[in-house]
């Protein structure tokens, strides 16, 4: 599994791509996104996605429907 980041919602400011263990966090040309080949959800890491618990934006780093 995987997760996305809402365009209409990213303020674009930063906070999850230092905190991904994966490094699957990159600056797109208008907001953040994340590489579903390689976001693992934190599973393993983390009990919770790190970018989801760094994110000032509720609901802004969803799970990617399969």
């Known amino acids: 599994m995987a997760l996305y980041i809402v365009e ?3 303020i674009s400011c930063g906070d999850c ?3 991904c263990p994966t490094m699957s966090i990159t ?3 208008i907001v953040f996104k994340i590489d ?3 976001c693992t959800e934190c599973e393993g ?3 919770i996605p790190q970018c989801v618990k760094v ?3 509720d609901n802004c780093i969803l799970p990617l429907e399969a």
């Open 27 to 29: 600056e797109g040309s």
């Open 17 to 19: 791509e230092p905190v």
């Open 55 to 57: 994110c000032p934006i």
């Open 45 to 47: 890491d983390f009990d």
């Open 36 to 38: 579903k080949k390689t």
């Open 8 to 10: 209409a919602d990213c």
